[in-house]
């Protein structure tokens, strides 16, 4: 197995770092999957037991200037990588980098993952190297299943996320009330381009929500149309909740089948961990909520993808 990556971009560098810093808030070990195309750190928590799925892309055209690595079977390798001793290597001297390479390499029949930053000198031009050598496990080909490109679930809504520092401000308020927070999403009746999504906390003392009018639904492939040709976002014809139907009904609100209210209940600790990235803010961010299952965020940034799956508090 080889793999080998370099940069001479400091801003790359940098970049790079802050993505490495973002993924190992959410866990210290994680797997570093090598493509011909793309690196992409996997993380693949039990759901049984509340874990997130994190799915992180770094396509190599974006960061690297040179990029080969040769497998097992030649498209792709994966390494679990202690994101901790990564990040302690990275953080030290990142700041002032001009370079970056990645080696995989191999010293006493152990699999090492060697970091060689170029950073300048004081007094005269010329640069010196720093060398970091982070230990990694090289994952057994029978895992290698579960560290494939994550399949999209079959969502009952999707919609494009509010702006991250609006949501963030409303989560930091919310989250001295309650870890429990229920995402609410209903497709508009008056708009099928449009839902309104609803954010709420409660306790014994008090019941605080905040919503969002008007967000747009993105289009996604091989979506069907209905007779009126707009684009059916998500499932339709399942049983719904009923808590959701009555809320609606004592609203005086007639909801049509494609315009049934999901609602998804998450800890909102692991949402804050999402809205807190050190890097840039995004393009744009779709969240998909499968009815009381799952809450799948996909973030885009100029450089990177994010898949992000936040398991539901209480399932049917």
């Not at 370099?6 to 210290?28: E, H, M, P, R, W």
């Not at 994966?78 to 390479?101: C, I, N, P, W």
């Amino acid at each position: 197995m080889k793999f080998r990556a370099a940069t001479q971009d400091a801003g790359c560098v940098q970049y790079l770092c802050k993505a490495i810093v973002f993924v190992s808030k959410l866990a210290n070990n994680c797997v570093m999957r090598c493509t011909p195309d793309c690196i992409y750190f996997v993380l693949c928590g039990h759901t049984v037991e509340g874990g997130v799925r994190v799915w992180f892309e770094i396509k190599r055209d974006t960061l690297f200037s040179d990029y080969s690595m040769a497998g097992l079977d030649e498209e792709h390798e994966e390494l679990e990588v202690v994101l901790e001793t990564m990040v302690g290597a990275l953080t030290k001297s990142f700041g002032q980098a001009r370079g970056l390479r990645l080696k995989l390499t191999r010293r006493d029949a152990a699999p090492l993952l060697q970091m060689e930053l170029e950073l300048p000198t004081v007094l005269t031009d010329e640069s010196r190297h720093v060398t970091h050598n982070v230990p990694v496990r090289v994952v057994p080909l029978r895992y290698w299943g579960e560290f494939q490109t994550p399949l999209e679930p079959e969502f009952d809504i999707s919609f494009y996320f509010p702006p991250l520092s609006t949501v963030r401000n409303v989560l930091d308020r919310m989250r001295n009330l309650s870890n429990r927070l229920t995402i609410f999403a209903q497709r508009s009746t008056r708009d099928q381009g449009k839902c309104s999504m609803r954010l709420s906390v409660t306790n014994s003392m008090a019941s605080v929500s905040t919503t969002f009018k008007d967000l747009q639904l993105p289009r996604w492939r091989d979506e069907p149309v209905d007779a009126a040709g707009d684009v059916q976002n998500g499932r339709n014809g399942d049983e719904g909740d009923e808590a959701e139907d009555a809320e609606a009904a004592a609203e005086g609100v007639d909801v049509p089948q494609s315009a049934r209210p999901v609602r998804v209940a998450v800890d909102i600790r692991k949402i804050g961990s999402l809205l807190s990235s050190p890097l840039a803010c995004p393009t744009r961010i779709v969240c998909n909520l499968v009815r009381h299952r799952v809450a799948q965020f996909f973030i885009f940034y100029d450089e990177v993808q994010l898949q992000y799956f936040i398991p539901a508090l209480d399932t049917e």
